[in-house]
């Protein structure tokens, strides 16, 4: 069974088949500005495994994200985003890289929204040759891979949603989230105490759920509210049936 990646910030969860119609995009309630972050990869035990470099810039409605995760082992995680922000939330395309010891496929992916056009680079160990999948693909309007983190902070209060992901099995599949806040919790932010809502990503799998031969965990996600929403941290696996890890930006 293949165990691809469908990023988040980085995070994502399945490779489940969706037949739901598409949702309607996300109101941008929070733009998006100039950003250059450090985020860090730990495990749930608080362990470094990997150092992040998150670039982001803007060119009039258009943003432009990158986010690179150096393993210690080697490994490289290298994800990019461009996005549209005028009234709504719109992929305009998505890059995705994993390889090294960390990941157990290798994989180089890429869909964009103006040429409909999807590109696989997929290799299952060292041992397998390499696949090579190009093809038409339509991204959904509420398509969402490698943005997760800030749709989440433009969600009004209380509100839960559902969105999509790109899931790469090698193919292009979409997969349905729910975005759904749980809980309100007291966290630490530079040993201040801070309110912040705990949301769960659940992937919306129907039958295929009962395929599978262990539950997969939502994604956790902690986000600070208010005039200017934070993002916090964020738990889960990075690709299919893989380890729970942290992303923390410090």
């Known amino acids: 069974m293949y165990k691809q990646a469908i990023p988040l910030l980085g995070f994502a969860l399945t490779l489940a088949l969706a037949s739901l119609?598409?949702?309607e995009p996300v109101t941008v309630r929070f733009p998006e500005g100039v950003t250059r972050a450090f985020p860090?990869?730990?495990?749930?035990?608080?362990?470094?495994l990997a150092q992040g470099d998150l670039s982001q810039v803007v060119r009039g409605d258009k943003v432009s994200s990158r986010l690179v995760f150096h393993f210690k082992d080697g490994s490289i995680y290298d994800e990019s985003v461009v996005f549209?922000?005028?009234d709504v939330f719109t992929l305009l395309s998505y890059r995705i890289v994993q390889q090294g010891p960390s990941f157990p496929e290798t994989l180089e992916a890429a869909v964009d929204?103006?040429?409909?056009?999807?590109?696989?680079?997929?290799r299952a160990d060292d041992d397998s040759p390499e696949e090579?999948?190009?093809?038409?693909?339509?991204?959904?309007d509420d398509a969402y891979n490698g943005m997760l983190s800030l749709i989440v902070k433009n969600l009004p209060a209380r509100a839960e949603e559902t969105v999509s992901v790109v899931a790469f099995t090698p193919k292009p599949r979409v997969v349905k989230l729910l975005l759904q806040p749980v809980a309100e919790e007291?966290?630490?932010v530079s040993d201040s105490p801070m309110q912040a809502t705990r949301y769960h990503i659940r992937p919306q799998l129907g039958l295929f759920a009962s395929?599978?031969?262990?539950?997969?965990?939502?994604?956790?996600?902690?986000i600070l509210p208010g005039e200017?929403?934070?993002f916090l941290r964020a738990e889960g696996p990075l690709y299919f049936m893989g380890p729970v890890w942290r992303i923390e930006p410090y």
Request: no cysteine; glycine share 4%; aromatic share 8%.
């Open 21 to 23: 119609a598409d949702a």
């Open 40 to 48: 860090v990869l730990r495990s749930v035990d608080n362990e470094k």
């Open 84 to 86: 549209s922000q005028r």
């Open 113 to 122: 929204r103006d040429t409909g056009r999807y590109q696989v680079r997929y």
């Open 132 to 140: 090579v999948l190009t093809g038409k693909f339509a991204l959904p």
């Open 186 to 188: 007291r966290m630490l």
């Open 211 to 222: 395929l599978l031969v262990t539950d997969i965990p939502d994604l956790r996600m902690w």
């Open 228 to 230: 200017a929403p934070a």
